[in-house]
């Protein structure tokens, strides 16, 4: 828990940063990449694709700041990302407690 902690500092003064300074278009690409680095922190108490689900939410979240074309309004991005990296790591947890 305590190597997450600058994780768990960080999520909210960036968000508040970026909405004070309009950036809301930023905040999805944020919210994935610190999602995914707080899932890569687990990476001996959780099974291996877990850790690889956090490379992904990692890549989603530098993939949507790099892209000008998203938009804090249009919740697809976001719900998609997360809705299938969801998915993944409840079949991940699933399967390896058979």
Not at 73 to 86: I, Q
């Amino acid at each position: 828990m305590y190597e997450l902690w600058p994780v768990w500092e960080v999520f909210p003064t960036l968000s508040v940063a970026l909405v004070r300074t309009g950036q809301l278009d930023l905040l999805f690409g944020v919210w994935m990449a610190l999602y995914g680095a707080s899932r890569m922190g687990h990476r001996r108490s959780l099974p291996f694709p877990i850790y690889c689900g956090g490379l992904a939410y990692l890549a989603g979240g530098i993939f949507f700041l790099l892209w000008r074309g998203v938009s804090f309004t249009d919740p697809r991005p976001m719900g998609l990302v997360f809705g299938l990296g969801e998915l993944f790591g409840g079949w991940v947890l699933v399967r390896a407690r058979n």
